[in-house]
């Protein structure tokens, strides 16, 4: 038997005193427990890499589904 593997990673913001903090989770979607998670105070492409690269080396799922990270995208031009 086969386990599906079905995971959602998204990037979120957390407003601290003088600055932000970023989190990144990938969540699986059958337990809808918390498989890895990353947090920095820079958001860059590095936060989502380090976390999929962390989520990768737990299991390589069938989906990855997020948002297209739009805002790493408009941060790096």
Do not use: Q
Request: aromatic share 10%.
């Amino acid at each position: 038997m086969t386990i599906l593997v079905f995971r959602s990673i998204d990037i979120t913001y957390l407003p601290m005193k003088r600055r932000f903090l970023y989190l990144t989770v990938a969540i699986d979607w059958d337990s809808r427990c918390i498989v890895v998670w990353e947090l920095d105070n820079m958001l860059d492409t590095r936060i989502a890499i380090h976390a999929l690269r962390k989520a990768f080396r737990v299991d390589k799922p069938l989906i990855l589904n997020s948002d297209g990270m739009t805002c790493l995208r408009i941060c790096r031009r």
